[in-house]
Each structure stands twice: as structure tokens, then as C-alpha cells.
């Protein structure tokens, strides 16, 4: 039973290309995001939608642009892939509301490659 | 600008030793820390939280510690064990928000 789950797994591509990051989740959670991992471990929120509308938008180039057809997918797409966007792309969900008993819940992340 | 820090990329423990990981943060204004626990090749795990109006919670043989004068929390894991060997990522948030903000991981071998 996976609870977040996120495809591919891993994501090889020629700089300048546009590609997709697909995210899932089954645990009823009205909140989903995307966090990007780089090379320095870094993880670092991206998007965060809440029941299908946008809530947050960090600094992130508009060549990505996050789509939530529902509150259970939460796509990731990329337009014009640059060697820097090479990382781990982790999806999550929480439930709405305050923070506390709505930890994180993450899938297992796409290991995108840009080359 | 990175609010929460984790300043010790790794550490090794023999196994039923104590692990003591450290995270310091920033922000004032966060009142809800958590520690996620990520193994290779794998989504990060919650493992434990603490709200601020608290000093210390405890969860099996998992305790976190937060000085919020410091601005310091830590995760203390007795006896470790080796399937405790993970990265471990500290991170926080205002409770009224839904913005985590992480460090950047410490990872852990506990040595048999």
C-alpha cells in the first residue's frame, strides 16, 4: 500500500527537453507539495497546493510548473530542463490545517539527470 | 538563507550506545520541529515531533530535546541499533503555517 507515490523513479534527459514528474497519493490528505533535494542535501520546498488551488509558490524559475487535476495528484512539469535542475524531486501530502499531527508524508523521489 | 541547520554531516555510534543528533534553527517564530528519518534510495519517514510548549518528547527509544533559548533541539536514540543507520533531517514550522523548512540531513552508521 502505497501511501505517496511518485513516477519514474529515475529520469535521464538531454538539456533543453520538457519532462513530467507524476505524484499520487491514497491517504486523503488535502495538502500536496513538491520539495527539490540538490547536490548539497538541501530540501527545499517548491509548490505546495492545498485541495487543488496553489498556496505556495517559492522562488522557483516558471519553467516548472506544478498541475493539480485533484486533490490526490500533484504534478511537476518542466520545460527547457538546464544542468542545474539535476536533483532528487520528493513529493508529499499532509493534512489541511495546523501543523502539529500533520507531519509529512513523502514519496520515495525522482532522481532527475540533465545532461 | 537557511533557517534550520544540521552542522554535522555524519556520526558514527557503536551499536547500544546513545546517537545525540543536533539541529539548531533561527526563525523565532517556529514552534513545531520534527525529525524525519531517510534511507537510501527512499522518501524521508517522521519519526518524531515536538511542539514548543514542550522541552522534551518521547517516543520508545527516541527522545527529542528542544532549548528554545538556544534555539536548539536534539534527537537522542538509546541503544542505537543498526537499523537506525539512516540520514536524519531535522526540520520546522510556524504551527499556524504548512511551510516545513529542513537542514540538510545527518547521517548515521551504528556500527555492530
Known amino acids: 500500500d502505497t501511501a505517496v507515490s511518485q513516477t519514474p523513479k529515475y529520469l535521464v534527459t538531454q538539456m533543453g527537453n520538457d519532462k513530467s514528474i507524476k505524484c499520487e497519493q491514497n491517504?486523503?490528505?488535502?495538502?500536496m507539495y513538491w520539495y527539490k533535494q540538490d547536490s548539497k542535501k538541501f530540501l527545499k520546498i517548491m509548490f505546495s497546493?492545498?485541495?487543488?488551488?496553489?498556496?505556495i509558490n517559492e522562488t522557483v524559475p516558471n519553467r516548472f510548473s506544478p498541475k493539480s487535476p485533484d486533490k490526490a495528484h500533484l504534478n511537476l512539469h518542466i520545460n527547457s530542463l538546464e544542468l542545474g535542475d539535476s536533483a532528487v524531486y520528493f513529493c508529499?501530502?499532509?493534512?489541511?490545517?495546523?501543523?502539529?499531527?500533520?507531519?509529512?508524508?513523502f514519496g520515495n523521489g525522482t532522481r532527475l539527470t540533465v545532461t | 538563507d537557511q533557517q534550520v541547520k544540521q552542522n554535522s554531516p555524519s556520526l558514527s555510534v557503536q551499536e547500544g550506545r546513545i546517537s545525540i543528533l543536533n539541529c539548531d534553527y533561527t526563525n523565532s517564530m517556529f514552534d513545531y520541529f520534527l525529525w524525519y528519518k531517510k534511507y537510501p534510495a527512499e522518501g524521508p519517514t517522521f519519526l518524531i515531533s515536538i511542539s514548543s510548549i514542550k522541552d522534551k518528547n518521547e517516543d520508545g527509544r527516541f527522545t527529542v530535546f528542544l532549548n528554545k533559548s538556544a534555539k536548539h533541539l536534539s534527537l537522542h536514540i538509546v541503544p542505537s541499533q543498526p537499523g537506525d543507520s539512516a540520514v536524519y533531517f531535522c526540520?520546522?514550522?510556524?504551527?499556524?503555517?504548512?511551510?516545513?523548512?529542513f537542514g540538510t540531513g545527518t547521517s548515521l552508521t551504528v556500527i555492530p
Open positions: 526540520a520546522a514550522s510556524v504551527n499556524t503555517g504548512n511551510q516545513f523548512y
Open positions: 491517504l486523503g490528505h488535502d495538502t
Open positions: 508529499a501530502s499532509s493534512r489541511t490545517g495546523t501543523v502539529i499531527n500533520s507531519p509529512l508524508h
Open positions: 497546493y492545498n485541495n487543488k488551488e496553489l498556496i
